[in-house]
């Protein structure tokens, strides 16, 4: 069993940088694939962030590239999203996701283990 819980979302400007962390639970942290989403009100849940166990690739949809950043680190079993330039837009519920597989990452489907999310609000 993986437990996941995330931390460090909040209210921020516009402009504003915040910094999610994911605490994994779990022998097996290391070999899991780790990935971020976020659901805005009345919305679908979105692929943010993803990177697999090694850490050396990761995986982003081409309208975040540059301003958001995941890694991993696996001796503290802590997965975390650096998130600059924030803008109003990016408000939402940012969860943490555990994948068992290495592909497909950009899918909810294909995550096996979820933590309950981290409120950010980015006021303008």
């Known amino acids: 069993q993986v437990q996941l819980v995330e931390s460090g979302g909040g209210l921020v400007q516009a402009g504003g940088s915040l910094r999610l962390s994911c605490a994994v639970s779990?022998?097996?942290?290391?070999?899991?694939?780790m990935g971020w989403f976020r659901q805005a009100p009345g919305k679908e849940r979105e692929f943010v962030a993803a990177i697999i166990w090694t850490g050396g690739s990761t995986n982003y949809p081409d309208s975040r590239k540059g301003r958001f950043t995941i890694s991993r680190d696996n001796t503290k079993n802590m997965v975390y999203l650096q998130m600059n330039n924030l803008k109003p837009e990016d408000t939402a519920v940012y969860f943490c996701?555990?994948?068992?597989?290495?592909?497909?990452?950009?899918?909810?489907?294909?995550?096996?283990?979820w933590g309950q999310g981290t409120q950010v609000t980015v006021s303008s």
């Open positions: 996701a555990a994948s068992r597989g290495p592909t497909l990452l950009r899918l909810r489907a294909s995550y096996d283990y």
């Open positions: 779990g022998r097996t942290f290391s070999t899991y694939a």
